[in-house]
């Protein structure tokens, strides 16, 4: 699809513009402050109070996790009286971990619990409480990571069995704020469920970052004052992680080999899917023993049983994507809306992401149960979905999420009446410019920017992600020296480029690659001029670093790109 560029400050920046102003501009174009970009040199320098965590109620958490795990202390042979119940995704499995092992290293009598994506849905609920307490006759305890802040029905039965709940949560609270009766409610929407979980962690000892810079990532948080720190923090821990099921599942998808250390799109697009795979389609108890495990053989299996359920779920993805695709046809309809018995219920928030990414569209997709059916939306850039499906609450059974993705339980024969309510609320709402794809552009800059020292000057701003984008560049009329594809299948496309505007003996030379632009090859001729957007990165090979340009999009030069 292409994208109309908008290139956000005006002015050309050349070798004369200086580093302050080139960082101001930086800042600007990404409404962030200065302040949001001071570094903790430690976890200990992390401050939850500045993401909203309270710091009485972390006192209060805590108190109350002493009195009750300190009442029955861990044996050989035990009845855990402290559950930390988590969420299938990758956020979830993260936050379960670190509050678990937290807990565990201080001998208290405490069990995770991952809720089955089929069998238990979302979120602690009462069928799973009494299963629990079933189970483990002296439960006094629940602790909720990445899910809870919605579950008033949930906490009101513990209550009634005896047990008490401290809420450790991110997601959007109720509308009128009628938050759950819990005994402890720690909460933040500027953190991830793991991020959340850490703080409350910290109190009890706990350090290591790695788990939560995970979470954060995958769970897609403005990368931004705390989580900006944390995340820094946690690339540099899962650098060198101790953690042997960690490091063996990085070693499966090969990001040990990187040169400059774990980045955070290696995070979303490499290892988050694995450990979010196996909620999907599998036991995403999995996902956590992977997590916690300090025995290598069984993290060796782990790591592969990970790895092949990964590759089995982009298997399913592409199916039914396929299949919600023929679905949708050509309807330029504000709203997509796909309802199917066939689609696999764990991954159509996958499927709504890829029609969302590529039709420009907020998509939902519904699989159909008998009687029951899950439902999962994801958006576009400026339109809340979260508020848009609350419109139509009255048809649903549950609803939860953020202003970017959401998920429900609706009855099946409501799924009609569904769709035909939230098209008329998309028609009302979503105004048409929100529909328009841009590519995003901070500054035109000089070709002879392209070196190190500019490198090292915008690399202050990383670690780059959702809410702190990588910067994006635009050079005009530059000259393609030479050009070849790469790649099995040549769908990748490699470019020499220089400026023909310089006197010869001062011409620089620079590489750009394109993933994805092989068909690109035959539009294309040496001494041809090009508009080129791209991201300038370090590119690490045979032991050797040079500074590559990453193709974003690429015009004709004169071609109308703004």
């Not at 069995?161 to 509308?175: F, M, R």
């Not at 609450?393 to 999420?401: A, F, R, S, T």
Request: charged share 25%; proline share 4%.
């Amino acid at each position: 699809m292409k994208k109309k560029w908008l290139v956000l400050c005006s002015k050309k920046i050349t070798k004369k513009s200086s580093e302050k102003k080139i960082i101001s501009l930086l800042l600007k174009n990404r409404e962030i402050s200065v302040d949001s970009l001071l570094d903790a040199s430690s976890a200990k320098d992390l401050d939850g109070s500045l993401a909203g965590i309270k710091k009485s109620s972390l006192k209060k958490a805590v108190k109350l996790i002493n009195e009750i795990g300190k009442k029955k202390r861990r044996s050989r042979v035990f009845d855990a009286n402290i559950i930390v119940y988590g969420d299938y995704d990758a956020d979830g499995l993260c936050a379960t971990a670190i509050l678990w092992q937290a807990l565990w290293q201080k001998k208290f009598n405490v069990l995770p619990y991952i809720p089955d994506r089929i069998n238990d849905g979302y979120g602690i609920n009462p069928q799973t409480i009494k299963k629990l307490k079933n189970k483990y006759p002296d439960l006094a305890l629940i602790i909720t990571v990445d899910n809870g802040i919605v579950a008033h029905k949930a906490v009101k039965f513990a209550r009634k069995q005896g047990i008490k709940v401290i809420i450790t949560d991110h997601h959007l609270p109720p509308p009128r704020g009628d938050l759950p009766l819990a005994e402890v409610i720690v909460h933040s929407v500027k953190l991830s469920g793991s991020g959340v979980a850490w703080f409350l962690a910290r109190e009890f000892g706990y350090r290591d970052l790695d788990l939560a810079a995970i979470g954060t990532i995958a769970d897609m948080l403005p990368l931004q004052e705390v989580n900006r720190n944390l995340v820094k923090l946690g690339l540099s821990d899962l650098g060198q992680t101790r953690k042997i099921g960690l490091k063996l599942l990085m070693q499966r998808a090969n990001l040990s080999r990187s040169g400059g250390g774990i980045l955070p799109w290696q995070v979303s697009f490499i290892l988050a899917p694995r450990l979010n795979a196996v909620g999907r389609l599998a036991d995403a108890m999995d996902g956590l023993r992977l997590l916690c495990t300090v025995n290598r053989e069984k993290a060796t299996v782990l790591a592969g049983r990970l790895d092949e359920i990964n590759k089995k779920r982009q298997q399913i993805t592409n199916s039914c994507l396929e299949r919600a695709r023929k679905k949708v046809g050509s309807s330029k309809e504000k709203l997509i809306l796909t309802a199917d018995k066939s689609y696999h219920q764990g991954i159509i928030g996958l499927v709504a992401g890829k029609l969302a990414q590529e039709f420009y569209r907020p998509a939902i997709v519904i699989w159909r149960g008998d009687g029951y059916s899950k439902g999962s939306a994801r958006s576009v850039s400026g339109c809340n979905i979260i508020e848009l499906i609350r419109k139509a609450k009255d048809l649903l059974v549950d609803l939860g999420g953020h202003p970017m993705a959401a998920g429900f339980t609706i009855e099946t024969k409501n799924i009609e009446k569904f769709i035909r309510q939230m098209k008329k609320i998309a028609e009302k709402r979503i105004k048409p410019k929100l529909l328009i794809p841009q590519l995003k552009i901070d500054f035109e800059i000089d070709f002879s920017l392209i070196n190190e020292n500019f490198y090292q000057l915008i690399s202050k701003l990383a670690p780059f992600g959702f809410g702190n984008p990588e910067p994006v560049f635009l050079l005009r009329n530059v000259r393609v020296t030479n050009l070849r594809t790469m790649g099995k299948s040549e769908q990748h496309l490699k470019l020499w480029l220089d400026d023909p505007r310089t006197p010869v003996v001062e011409r620089l030379a620079a590489e750009a690659v394109g993933f994805g632009w092989g068909k690109w090859r035959d539009k294309l001729l040496p001494g041809g001029l090009v508009d080129l957007v791209f991201n300038l990165n370090l590119n690490h090979w045979n032991g050797r670093e040079t500074i590559q340009l990453k193709i974003k999009d690429l015009r004709k030069a004169g071609e109308i790109g703004l």
